[in-house]
């Protein structure tokens, strides 16, 4: 792999912090890891597995204890390369209320790139092109306070946005909102992935969303357990159930199904993937048998006094 083409590179990384009671606690052991430019990496564990300790040293937050880190070319430990490595890596956290400091959409969404002393027409531009971004450009004199959580979610991206990073570290953002505000966060974001070429850190404990990244990254008690596509990762629903963590509910469907000597498929990570394992298994045989169905009616159209759709059919 080119140097160029790495956005983070780390190297044998440990992170040791003292608890209260004066022992040394080890978040991280020997991670190594890379990550590419353009890649959208997920990065899944249980509480206390580390996830959001290693996210922290990206935007050098955090200084790892043994190791070291690169970002973009830096070495986050050089102190005179923090503030270039926070312009090239933005960081958006679980708490949207937490992260917004004005009183107006878009004066918060300034509030970055004037601390940077930029220019207030090149300001204006990148606030429009954020807002635009975000798909919250009808907003931009409202309250954040008026806005659904979701809404402010995509608000603390655009403003991490108007900085023109490289990379974005997201760490659990969606934890907090329902299922309508973490759908619009998550389109948001693959949406920047895509269009605009920005790498995203992408901290999870909804296994649905670790299934649509590029790569999913399991941790556990501080030490990298697994890297891989989601399809190879979640193909392995008793392991990751050993770690005590979820999967996505159509490989555990189908996990389940296939323990029965059903055959559904034993790579199958959403629902699409499902349906047309269920449609072409011996299960579907079964249900269609019970209910006395040939193959000539499942191909047609089913009409509002089927048996099959009252519930009705013949056992």
């Known amino acids: 792999m080119n140097e160029k083409d790495i956005m983070i590179q780390v190297n044998h990384m440990s992170h040791i912090y003292t608890d209260e009671n004066g022992n040394d606690v080890h978040a991280l052991n020997d991670v190594s890891l890379s990550i590419k430019r353009g890649e959208f990496v997920c990065i899944i564990g249980t509480n206390g597995s580390g996830k959001s300790t290693l996210a922290k040293h990206f935007n050098v937050l955090l200084?790892?204890?043994?190791?070291?880190?690169?970002?973009?070319?830096?070495?986050?430990?050089?102190?005179?390369?923090?503030?270039?490595?926070?312009?090239?890596?933005?960081?958006?956290?679980?708490?949207?209320?937490?992260?917004?400091?004005?009183?107006?959409?878009?004066?918060?969404?300034?509030?970055?790139?004037?601390?940077?002393?930029?220019?207030?027409?090149?300001?204006?531009?990148?606030?429009?092109?954020?807002?635009?971004?975000?798909?919250?450009?009808?907003?931009?004199?409202?309250?954040?306070?008026?806005?659904?959580?979701?809404?402010?979610?995509?608000?603390a991206i655009a403003g991490v946005l108007a900085m023109k990073p490289d990379c974005i570290v997201l760490d659990e953002p969606t934890a907090m909102l329902d299922p309508k505000g973490r759908r619009e966060v998550l389109e948001t974001v693959h949406k920047l992935n895509k269009e605009e070429g920005i790498t995203i850190v992408y901290i999870t404990h909804f296994m649905e969303e670790a299934v649509t990244a590029n790569r999913v990254v399991v941790m556990k008690n501080g030490v990298k357990l697994h890297d891989g596509t989601p399809r190879e990762i979640f193909s392995h629903v008793d392991t990751l159930k050993g770690l005590g963590l979820d999967v996505p509910v159509a490989s555990e469907i189908a996990f389940k199904l296939n323990e029965k000597g059903y055959e559904i498929g034993k790579s199958i990570i959403n629902n699409e993937e499902l349906a047309v394992g269920l449609k072409h298994s011996k299960l579907a045989d079964q249900l269609l048998s019970e209910h006395n169905v040939g193959a000539k009616t499942i191909s047609s159209p089913i009409n509002e006094n089927s048996n099959v759709v009252r519930g009705e059919g013949t056992h």
Request: aromatic fraction near 6%; hydrophobic fraction near 35%.
């Open 63 to 155: 200084q790892p204890s043994e190791g070291y880190i690169n970002v973009c070319g830096y070495d986050t430990r050089d102190e005179e390369h923090i503030w270039d490595i926070r312009q090239h890596v933005g960081m958006v956290f679980q708490n949207p209320d937490n992260q917004i400091v004005a009183a107006v959409v878009e004066e918060d969404v300034a509030f970055g790139p004037e601390n940077l002393g930029i220019p207030s027409a090149e300001i204006r531009k990148r606030v429009d092109a954020a807002l635009e971004a975000v798909n919250m450009t009808e907003y931009r004199e409202h309250g954040p306070h008026l806005l659904s959580g979701g809404q402010k979610q995509r608000i």
